[in-house]
């Protein structure tokens, strides 16, 4: 799509103007309905898009991403702009600044068209855990987006926007890409600059595009992508090749790995019919398929659930009420009102946390606190270095690891909100990725009957650390023979 466009705005076809009043439209005609932004930004996206329209004007070439209309997760910050990452103790924070990934987008020219909705702090699998709305799956209304990225993947499904960035924590970009039928990636640790994302867990945290298609998520990465002065995480890399360069269609001979770990009993059968299914066609293009063990990939999850809330604990701490943010006392009517230090600051948080935020935060202290470290916290980490050993040993033998993105298809609202576990299963072939920092790409990959409505399937690619080209390429292959066979 992007491409397309691009073609368009060179000719004269379209403006760029009129690309982001379309866009703006279908945002104003949606959203009652879908409740995918927080913030719009239409004076902002027309003013980006006159930009773009007197360089064409004048001669100028363009980039393949100016002038085409996308939106940020609301917590990557934008100059001037509220960001709230969901919550309410952000409710009246404006950035100062902008995220690298959102500077490096507007050296390009591109129009953003606004913040979307996102689980509390990026915390939780379906979007209901955001402080203003919930957002819905456009594929089905009464049913999920997934989350946290649920506001990013449902714009991109709904026609709101051409693309979308997310973040990535323990598969917040490949769950909802899965639950609404995009595609979504989640970099390589280190291969996106987090400078300006608010933080959950730092160590596992990665900003990622959304796209309709593999082709648009590869243009959108290729302009997000490299190391940051301001993020000593990231690390320079590639050999200045545009990612999208990469997508040949050709995979024969590649060699794709099938944990055996990941298809147990809690995988709904359908999605299995449909992995497996998958399978078959990579195969017609020529790949080998070969079953692979992860053994310690059982232990993902909890190992997820004590490192991810000990780094919530640290990285929450700041929200206090005193520097930036919501202060319980500007709710005071009178000086004499004015509460203690201590008393503001456990105020401000018991008011501006939302439930599933205070039970992560408690998670952590708890696993952080004398005499759970060792038991807890350091032996989560001594398995985390077993996990990222068992990918090593499989990449020896394989280039690309294949398997379901998700246990389900998407679910309906309420359904898990009462039982925490049940919706942190929804992570349980998403979270080894973050945990051994490789990448990977969720796409579609068929859909399941559940009355009377067509719901998407995810398949998931995971890499080796810094070779995004090879899951391009792959998912882009599939992709291209889905096209051919439909």
Known sequence: MIRDLHTKLVAGEVTAVGLAERYLQAIEKREPEIRAFLTVLGEEALHSAKLVDEQLKRGET????????GAIKDNICMTGVRTTAGS?????????????????????GVVIVGKTNMDEFAMGS?????????????IDTERVPGGS??????????????WSLGSDTGGSIRQ???FC??????????????????AMASSLD????FGMSVEDVAIVFSRIAGADPLDATTAESGNGKLFEEYLTGDIRGLRIGVPKEYFSEQLDSRVRKATLAALERFKSLGATVTEISLPHSTSALPVYYILMPSEVSSNLARFDGIKYGLSINDQKDSAEETSALLETYLDTRRHGFGREVKRRIMLGTYTLSAGYYDAYYKKAQKVRALIRQDFETAFQAVDVIFSPTTPEAAFRFGEKTDDPLRMYLSDIYTVTANLAGV????????????????????????GKWFDEETLLRAADAFERRSADAS
């Open 62 to 69: 363009i980039d393949l991403l100016a002038g085409i209309p």
């Open 88 to 108: 309410k103790i952000l409710d009246n924070y404006i950035a100062p600044y902008d995220a690298t990934v959102v500077k490096k987008l507007k050296a390009k």
């Open 126 to 138: 379906s979007t209901e855990s955001s402080a203003y709305q919930k957002t819905r799956n456009p």
């Open 149 to 162: 990225s649920g506001g990013s993947a449902a714009a991109v499904a709904a026609g709101e926007a051409v």
């Open 176 to 178: 909802p890409a899965a």
């Open 181 to 198: 039928g995009v595609v979504g990636l989640k970099p390589t640790y280190g291969r996106v600059s987090r400078s300006g994302l608010i």
């Open 206 to 209: 990665q900003i990622g595009p």
């Open 439 to 462: 990448p990977a790409i969720s796409f579609p990959i068929g859909h399941i009957e559940e009355v009377g409505k067509q719901l998407p399937v995810g398949g998931q690619l995971m």
